[in-house]
């Protein structure tokens, strides 16, 4: 294509077709853009409008008057305690994200540097399990958290998603491919596999370390499922299954309902802004989904 | 791949190294690292996974004194017409089948034009990229109560501006069929579009440019190349876009959960909506897990049938 243009023996008509082209390809870009944000800025607008003006679905883009009721009546309401539900998700969401990377991270490391009786089939069973749905354990999970006494409690929300295997899998993909010089030197200085792991090997894994970290952390923020069945108290609740009866009980007070949806959409956005990359790379090359 | 580094490299210099390691550390070393980590893997996947077989085969009513075992019954409940859950569950199988029908081939083409539009080289292409990819990171209850809202038949934007462009009836988003799977494929494909898109992007950018610029010495043009570079090296990719987007159509929940409750008449209540419902709610877990299995072996079947299909036809 461009060996054609540079001849410049058709100027205009090959200089226009290809202004045809970038304009279609703006063009596309805009609309998909509009797409992708117009309902994210409904959202935030209509938090900022009272109730009667949202009854109006030809409303305007500019909430007027521009009211925060809303989000005074979600952070004072007794039944729908949205500061408790924001407080219970961060909570959940960075102790579930510390002991994710904790625990799986001890674990990339011995199924990646050390040799020992059934490392193999260790890492195999592990690994099989990241194919097996999610659905599959829910039913008996249930029996089990509820047997420990959990339910209704953020145990439920911290602990039995970081059994799961794809944080184990992701750092030993990384620690492999880490050079085992620095590793040896330290071993023939002296030091042992605790010393080698904490001070060697995590510090050079921080870029594998913050995407987990980032991922964990998300996932458990936006997890539904799960603690739409095992938290049942208004005072228990995470932001996604606190926003669910907030739909219930606010039935047509779509602002009050929109403040939720932004409380709970904003730490999710800021994460990501700070992270896009981890996030991105992250599930480009994994492929977590759902 | 990298396995096979792993393992060579330490036998080539464990010579020195690693009988020193064994002798300091003790054998019991590589088993304390994995312990925290093995008891939640057995505690919350090998037990469970364990377990739901064991519950499937009794009748695991929460109103019972026992929980008597009662073999495959559960299964071949499910199987009996007039039996109490048969008719929901395969009505709701239904649902997640007529889900996953109409959402994939949407999530696995339009994500790929997507990923072409942005695979260009052009000013705010990283800006962009983040940007479909955006909804993604709100979750299904944030993306479910905003729709819901949006696609009120009555005080919702999207029949506004249809009635600007002159549709003159409310249309009945979340109350009617097709509506109803219309507005849960569409608010899908919003929500997830991007996933795929960057899966997509990855695999583009890992087709060699060589082979482009052999196409252009060949005076190939956009379509051939389209058809004859960028599809067959995307075609690994393509295969896991689609297992993992019907895996993730299958587990449909938080969608029908928030925007059409099932409705109109349990038409567009989930598998997973039925299994959370008798299992978690009415506490019958025998029923639950074995329809729990028989959603899985559906999976794995569709899963081997479309690997199956898509890897060969390269060949025949």
Redesign the interface.
Known sequence: MSAVTSTGTRPVGNSGARAVRRTGFWILIVILSVLFVAPLLWMLVTSFKTPNQATNPNGSWIPNPFDTSSYRTLLKSGSTPVLRWFVNSLAAGLANTVLIVVVDSMAAYALSRMEFFGRRIIFGTVVGTIFLPGFMFLVPNFLIVSKLGWLDSLWAIIVPSAGGAFGVFFLRQFFSTLPRELEEAAIIDGANHWVVFTRVVLPLSRPALATLAVLSFLTNWNDFLWPVFVLFSANNLTLPAGLSTLQSAATTNYPLIMAGAVIASVPAIILFVIAQRQVIEGISRSGLKG | M??T??RT??ES??VA??R??VR??G?A???L??L???V??????????I??IW?SLHDYDYLLPHQPWVGLKNYTDLFKSGTRDSADFWNSMQATGIFTLFSVPFLVVLPLG?AL?LN?A?PGR?M????????Y??????V???????L?P????V??YLH?VGVNRNIPWITQLPWAWISLVSMTV?W?LG?NA??Y??GLQDISSELYEAA?VDGANTWDKFRNVTLPGLRPVML??IT?TI??S??M??QA??VTNGAPANETRTA?ME??QV???QYR?GA??AM??I??IV?ILISLINFRLLSNRGDT
């Open positions: 990298t396995s580094v792993a490299r330490p210099r464990s190294g690693g020193r390691r300091r550390n054998t070393t590589p088993y690292f994995l925290p980590y093995g939640l893997f057995l505690g919350f996947m090998a037990l469970p996974a377990y739901g519950i997507v539009l260009r052009f990283t962009f990229r983040a940007l479909f990819f955006t909804p990171v709100l979750g299904v209850a944030v479910g109560v905003l729709f819901r809202f949006l009120d009555n005080i919702g934007v029949n506004a600007d919003w997830t996933v960057i899966i992007l990855a252009d896991f876009v993992l895996l993730a299958a587990n929940f938080g959960y928030l997973i299994i959370g299992g978690l709610r877990q639950a897990a729990s299995y959603l899985a999976l």
